[in-house]
């Protein structure tokens, strides 16, 4: 069996996985906030942890892994949306609103996050489907002591576990001095986190033995993992930026919670996204969002492509240089399968890859070496395993159908050759070229290379 080493945020080391059960390997992932589409950023750590998810599924086998990743549908943000809706008149109640609101980004989500080759998670449990396991798991916490209630709120006694700040290397009083903590009068202490909190009567709410509120983001993913993977599990995943306060919270609930168990045993971290060397952000005027890449026509292929370039652990940066030298890869290998049939396993090369704290860079350098080698049928069934096309050849790749374009090519210049005249081959040229296409003339014939650029709109009525 292949071994995999993970890079353990929680022990800052490399280690050798080893799950507690292989006939059961188990995985959760934070998700999205559904409160609006997601945007490229948001898309790394779904395709890093697809990476793993993929991986593990080689090594143990499909039906031996489960995968959960939720959606957090309670929050402010789309509350915030479903109340505008209301308020311009909108028919339905504010429940009903926030349902829409949620239903619609999940059916954005999952549409993009398919576009990019990533497969669907065994779980994808919604908060809001879970609020009774989290009522139970904060009632456990007050009952042992590590959390109490306050005018409607229910805290997180920090000092009460001895181990906060373990996963990110941090003092109790370190996190005080730098952190921004939100001072109430309520709280034992500062450090003290929310666990529930009291809903207004025009914000959705469910009843508690605090009142009527709604959960702390934090409980969330505690109380879904637990019913969906049990106290102890494997691989928790997440954006690095997701490691200070959120994942050392899970933590202190998880572990205050169930002593016995420990709850993850490897954390694994993505770093972040930025684009052409800076922070994605509104207000430098470079973010953007899965869909707008879609709709501008970089196929969800070459998104991933260029993801798989930079190792998780690494910042990565989006560039268009990088856009346009993985389309033009992926067009070249594409037509290299495209006459090959889907059989056999991946390369062990680039399953070895992965397997060393998910090296895809190497897996991508592997595939190179496929390509130039002429193994073709392993070449095309690796890429299957990196999820970077399915059963056929992507429609995008596909359409790159040059051959009348060839003829035409062909057949102009013996015309020329006679008649001396090779005005009709310089414009099918220039157009071809124009087009984004090289030419290739040669005696024996001719060859046209889609490239990066190749739009083949520009290309109709040619023929
Ligand atoms: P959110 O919906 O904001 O809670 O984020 C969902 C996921 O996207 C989390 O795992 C974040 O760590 C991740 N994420 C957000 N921004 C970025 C970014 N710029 N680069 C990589 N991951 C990100
Ligand atoms: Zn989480």
Redesign the pocket.
Known sequence: MVEIRLTNSKTRKKEVFAPLDRENVRMYV?G??VYDRAHL??A??VVVFDVLYRLLRQVYGEGAVTYVRNF?DVDDKINATAQARKAAGAAGTLEELIRERTEETIGWYHADMEALGTLRPTHEPRATEFIPQMVAMIEGLVASGHAYAAEGHVLFRVRSYEGYGALSGRSVDDMIAGARVEVAPFKEDPMDFVLWKPSSDDLPGWDSPWGRGRPGWHIECSAMADELLGAEFDIHG??I??QFPHHENEIAQSCCAHPEGGFARYWLH?E??QVEGKK?SKSLGNFFTVRDLLDQGVPGEVIRFVFLGTHYRKPMDWTEKKRAEAEATLRKWYRQVAEVSNSGEPYNAVVSALADDLNTAQAIAECHQLSIAGDLVTLYRTLQFLGLMGDTIPEWAAGADLAAYETLLFEAREAAMASKDFSRVDTLKAALIDAGVEVRMSKAGVELIPGAEFDPAKLEGLL
């Open positions: 934070c999205p906030t950023g948001n790394r750590p957090t997440g954006g930026d997701l993505n972040m996204l994605m």
